[in-house]
């Protein structure tokens, strides 16, 4: 793949609109009460998220003469499993592989506009066409080993707790997941269970925020 494929890709730079802005939440379709922003984050994956370096400060350093005290900082070993970062976008569960997969590259979204417009998606749109938001790298770290809550920032600048009800620690916004998998292909799915734990009304899981959208239609 060519750098300016991958520009391409549905999580390339290219298959954006730039930063989210206050006039597309203020003219948008949704309620921003419901377009979360920030969420506790997942653990990384193993394959890319050990930190590449120690970072730390020592009072020799420039950036180290801030501190007062004249001590040493070290705050992650270099090594050390890092966080997630962003959710990974559209996808939908690729029933073949058992997996949650990306949108492919030049997939039709005439199916999921017309949805998303008149209100009438299917109750299971992460597969057959439609999509959701992949939420994965949201984590639920609060509340002991079990189950527990993750806290999530909206847009109206609401934070709000919501539960793992199947104690996978993520949160499903309405994959259907089988419920005759191994253990290692829930591992490789991480959701566990198709229970819709970020509820439609209140946590925006679709595509599309632009309120022009709405006013889409053949008058000739």
Not at 175 to 181: A, E, G, R, V
């Amino acid at each position: 793949m060519t750098s300016g494929e991958a520009d391409w890709a549905p999580k390339g730079l290219r298959s954006t609109m730039g930063p989210l802005r206050r006039s597309v939440l203020e003219t948008g379709r949704m309620t921003q009460s419901a377009i979360a922003l920030l969420g506790d984050a997942a653990p990384g994956d193993i394959k890319d998220a050990g930190a590449k370096a120690t970072l730390a400060y020592s009072p020799s350093d420039p950036w180290g003469q801030v501190a007062d005290d004249g001590q040493s900082r070290t705050f992650i070993e270099a090594g050390e499993l890092l966080s997630e970062a962003f959710n990974d976008g559209p996808s939908y569960y690729y029933k073949k592989e058992n997996k949650i997969a990306t949108i492919p590259s030049g997939a039709s979204l005439d199916k999921q506009i017309d949805c998303e417009l008149n209100g009438n998606c299917p109750q299971w749109f992460g597969q057959n066409g439609y999509y959701l938001q992949d939420t994965r790298d949201w984590f639920a770290v609060h509340g002991g080993a079990k189950g527990g809550t993750c806290n999530i920032l909206f847009a109206d600048g609401s934070v709000r707790e919501f539960y793992d009800k199947n104690q996978d620690k993520f949160l499903n916004p309405g994959f259907k997941i089988p419920n005759n998998l191994t253990d290692d292909q829930y591992r490789t799915i991480g959701y566990r269970s198709s229970d819709v734990e970020l509820p439609k009304i209140e946590v925006f899981s679709g595509l599309f925020l632009d309120g022009t959208l709405s006013k889409a239609a053949n008058f000739e």
